[in-house]
C-alpha cells in the first residue's frame, strides 16, 4: 500500500509539474543561446588591397589630390606656378639689374655701363655681342642674393654650358643660356612664338622674368635696325599691359615700362626659339655663388653693394 503510494503521489506531481519544469528549462537554454550570439564578435575580412579600405569619397578625394599636383607641376611648365608669383611680389624696379653693353653708354659712365665693353673676346668686343651675357648677368644679380657682371657671366657660361664664342662671333645661344641659369637654380623653358598675344601675355605674366629676341625686320614700331637682340623682360602689369624692359643695347630704352605687344610684334622670325622664361629660383641649386661686381663700371645710386 505505501509503495503504490508513493509512486501514484509521484506519478501525480510529474503531471502536475513537469510541464512547467520543462518550460523553464527550455528558456533557461535559450537565453544562454541567445546571450552567446549577441557577445560573439563579427568576423573582420581586411583586403590585401590597400585601396579597398579607403571608403569610395576618401579615394576620390586621393585622386583629385593627385590630378590637383599635377595641374600645378604643368602649371609651373607653362611659367603660371606659385613661385612666380612670390618671387615677383618681392621685387620692384630699383631691385632689378639692367646692365648695358655699348660704348655709348660708358663713353658718358651712365648708370649700369662698363669698361667691359670694350674686352675683346673671341676676336670681338663684347660690346657687340654681349646682350644676352647681359641678360643673364641681369637674372643671376637680380634673383640671388649675389652678382656678377656680363664679363664674369661670359667666363662662367663657357664654364659650365656649351657655349664656345670664336671665329668674331660671340653671341650666346638658347641652349647655353638654360644651361648655365641651371647651374645657378634658375629654371626656365626655351618658347616659340605663341599662335596669339594672349597666349603670350599669360605666359609672360605667370613667369618671373624672360629673355626675348627680337628683331625690327618683324616689326620697327620700338626697335629700329635691330637685326638680331636679346632684351629682358620683368614685371609684367596686367593694368596698363606693360614690362619693366632691361634693354643691354640702347640707353634711351632701358629701364623703360613699355607695351608687352611691342615685344611679342616684334619676335625673332627666323629662329626656332623666341623667347626663354624663367619659371623659378631655388638657392640650393646655385653652384657659383659668386659674389661681387670688380670690373670698372657705373653702379647707380640705388644700387645694392
Known amino acids: ?12 506531481w510529474i503531471r502536475e509539474y513537469g510541464l512547467v519544469v520543462v518550460y523553464i528549462a527550455a528558456i533557461v537554454v535559450l537565453g544562454g543561446f541567445l546571450t552567446s550570439s549577441a557577445m ?3 568576423e573582420i575580412r581586411v583586403s590585401e588591397d590597400e585601396s579597398d579600405r579607403i571608403p569610395k569619397k576618401k579615394a576620390k578625394e586621393k ?7 599635377k595641374k600645378d607641376k604643368e602649371k609651373k611648365a607653362e611659367g603660371e606656378g606659385n613661385s612666380s608669383d612670390i618671387v615677383s611680389a618681392e621685387l620692384n624696379e630699383n631691385q632689378i639689374y639692367s646692365y648695358l653693353q655699348g660704348s655709348g653708354g660708358w663713353d658718358v659712365r651712365a648708370d649700369w655701363s662698363g ?7 673671341g676676336g670681338e668686343a663684347l660690346g657687340f655681342f654681349g646682350c644676352g651675357l647681359c641678360d643673364l648677368a641681369n637674372i643671376y644679380s637680380t634673383l640671388t642674393p649675389y652678382d656678377c657682371s656680363p664679363l664674369d657671366m661670359y667666363y662662367y657660361a663657357i664654364e659650365v654650358s656649351g657655349y664656345s664664342p670664336g671665329g668674331g662671333y660671340g653671341a650666346i645661344d638658347w641652349p647655353f643660356m638654360q644651361e648655365t ?5 634658375v629654371s626656365s623653358r626655351l618658347c616659340k612664338k605663341d599662335e596669339t598675344y594672349e597666349q603670350f601675355r599669360k605666359r609672360i605674366a605667370g613667369g618671373i622674368t624672360a629673355v626675348a629676341l627680337v628683331c625690327s625686320d618683324s616689326d620697327d614700331t620700338y626697335w629700329q635696325n635691330v637685326d638680331g637682340h636679346y632684351v629682358n623682360l620683368w614685371l609684367y602689369d596686367s593694368g596698363t599691359d606693360t614690362v619693366f624692359l632691361a634693354d643691354s643695347g640702347n640707353m634711351a630704352h632701358n629701364r623703360q615700362r613699355i607695351p608687352l605687344r ?15 622664361l624663367v619659371t623659378s629660383v631655388d638657392e640650393t641649386g646655385n653652384q657659383w655663388k659668386h659674389d661681387g661686381v670688380d670690373d670698372d663700371w657705373a653702379p647707380p645710386s640705388y644700387y645694392r653693394s
Open 181 to 185: 641659369l641651371e647651374t645657378v637654380g
Open 115 to 121: 669698361s667691359w665693353y670694350y674686352e675683346i673676346l
Open 262 to 276: 611691342y615685344v611679342y610684334d616684334a619676335l625673332y622670325p627666323y629662329s626656332d626659339i623666341q623667347y626663354l
Open 63 to 69: 585622386n583629385t589630390s593627385k590630378d590637383t599636383e
Open 1 to 12: 500500500m505505501y509503495v503504490e503510494k508513493k509512486k501514484s503521489g509521484f506519478l501525480m
Open 40 to 42: 560573439k564578435e563579427p
